[in-house]
């Protein structure tokens, strides 16, 4: 009997994990976090020279890597201005649209933090609505980081020890309301906590698996070289992402998706097929759906990276992709309970 799905400790374990700011290139703080509950769950962690947590659980033969990754979408910054404002460039696919006027925290290299928010110049448009309705932002024109500081120009900054490539995390802002999940960073924070729950089911239970199974917490999927390495003799690799919704998109926030093709590959048809079996054999609420043109999972960057695998990805639901993003705890229970299934077939 597959243990079930634990509502209570996946919603804790993903707070925990998107309380942590990790934006890509910085992942060093949720790293010491994922070591901490993995070895809280009795596991030991493997750590990757370049990032990532990878975890053996056990079995023997064929190996699959599941993979769910840390890093997140933010900034950097690319100048300091005249003014005291900072310039900043995008480290992943983070968007004005979706971001102008949230608060932001900014990560020294001498490990002081300061907080700020993305502005815009013009910024109110009580004072400049026609130039702010015709002119888009754009990082590179018009949007920078107004910190909360008294800095006036660049040397006020400067003397703050914020320089050029420190790194900027926007806030999360997590709320859950009525079963559904309303945060940044549910891309893909929420698929890791899926993949927690799947380990402390599998440790608390005493299960064997019938294969060699590896939980790989990568870094860098958001700009495209997360699992570009992966251990020797893998056969397969499963990647747990967000599903996103929308126009001409079966994806549901309450069911599970199996990829079949996203904007760079089709997904491996045989191995497609064989979750596809496993939610229909479980009475699964499931769909299956295809993501283009701005889509991918850390299963393409395997494949490019020139491992001979097997490849196949499924997630829950999900709204406002790379934005302030929304998703249901039943499309998180789905995608559990495929994942189990998948792990536990004979």
């Known amino acids: 009997m597959k243990p079930s799905f634990n509502e209570n400790y996946t919603l804790e374990a993903f707070k925990k994990l998107v309380d942590v700011d990790s934006t890509t290139g910085k992942c060093d703080d949720i790293e010491k976090l994922v070591v901490k509950l993995v070895e ?3 596991y030991k962690p493997y750590l990757c020279q370049k990032g990532g947590v990878i975890v053996d659980l ?11 990754h840390l890093d997140a979408i933010g900034l950097m910054v690319r100048h300091i201005n005249n003014d005291g404002t900072l310039k900043v460039v995008t ?6 649209t979706y971001s102008v006027t949230e608060n932001v925290r900014i990560y020294t290299r001498d ?3 300061y907080t700020g928010q993305i502005g815009r110049k013009p910024n109110s448009v009580h004072v400049s609505e026609d130039e702010l309705r ?3 932002a754009d990082f590179a024109k018009d949007v920078c980081i107004v910190l909360d500081e008294d800095v006036h120009n660049a040397s006020d900054v400067r003397k703050l020890g914020i320089e050029t490539g420190d790194v900027i995390a926007l806030e999360p802002r997590t709320e859950f309301v009525n079963g559904y999940i309303k945060s940044r960073f549910i891309d893909d924070k929420a698929a890791v906590a899926i993949m927690f729950n799947a380990m402390k089911a599998i440790k608390e239970n005493d299960i064997k698996l019938s294969r060699k199974v590896y939980f790989y917490f990568a870094e860098y999927e958001e700009i495209g070289h997360g699992t570009s390495w992966l251990p020797d003799g ?3 690799i499963l990647a747990i992402d967000i599903a996103p919704t ?3 998109q079966t994806s549901d926030e309450r069911k599970v998706t199996i990829f079949a093709k996203d904007s760079r590959f089709p997904y491996h048809y045989e191995m497609t097929n064989e979750l596809r079996d496993a939610a ?3 009475n699964l609420d499931y769909v299956i759906d295809i993501f283009t043109p701005h889509y991918g999972t850390d299963c393409d960057t395997s494949l490019v990276a020139g491992h001979d695998v097997r490849h196949a990805a499924i997630g829950f639901g999900t709204m406002n992709s790379h934005g302030y993003e929304r998703t249901h705890v039943d499309g998180l229970k789905n995608t559990y309970e495929l994942l189990m299934a998948y792990l536990l077939k004979e």
């Open 40 to 42: 809280g769950l009795g």
């Open 58 to 68: 056990g079995g023997e033969g064929n190996p699959l890597v599941v993979t769910g």
């Open 91 to 96: 480290v992943g696919g983070l968007y004005p």
């Open 111 to 113: 490990g002081k933090v």
């Open 134 to 136: 015709k002119q888009p």
């Open 234 to 236: 893998v056969k397969d």
């Open 246 to 248: 929308g126009d001409e």
């Open 280 to 282: 229909r054999n479980n």
